[in-house]
């Protein structure tokens, strides 16, 4: 069984900074694709972005390209989302999730496990 749980969300205003974490367990986690989503109040879920199990590749909604970066510590069996300049747009549950894969791909969908999710709320 995978369990995921992020940790990292809270309270920011525009402009600010917060890292999500995202600790995974799992047998042999990199043979894991990782991705972040979010869901926004009266809205569905949303791709933001995600990483081959190996790290070398890595995508990006348009919305947060070149201000949200992922990375994995294979190591700690941990994914990260950094993210800068915050919007009050990006006010969201953010939920990481993990995808079985044979290659170095980068999903944006079909992800088979599933965290809770952590509240990220930015202010104007």
């Known amino acids: 069984q995978v369990q995921l749980v992020e940790s990292g969300g809270g309270l920011v205003q525009a402009g600010g900074s917060l890292r999500l974490s995202c600790a995974v367990s799992?047998?042999?986690?990199?043979?894991?694709?990782m991705g972040w989503f979010r869901q926004a109040p009266g809205k569905d879920r949303e791709f933001v972005a995600a990483?081959?199990?190996?790290?070398?590749?890595?995508d990006y909604a348009n919305s947060v390209n070149d201000r949200f970066t992922i990375s994995r510590d294979n190591a700690k069996n941990t994914v990260y989302l950094q993210m800068n300049g915050l919007k009050p747009e990006d006010t969201a549950v953010y939920s990481c999730?993990?995808?079985?894969?044979?290659?170095?791909?980068?999903?944006?969908?079909?992800?088979?496990?599933w965290g809770q999710g952590t509240q990220v709320t930015v202010s104007s």
């Open positions: 999730a993990a995808e079985r894969v044979l290659t170095e791909n980068v999903p944006r969908s079909g992800y088979d496990y």
């Open positions: 799992a047998r042999a986690f990199v043979m894991y694709a």
């Open positions: 990483i081959s199990r190996g790290g070398r590749y890595t």
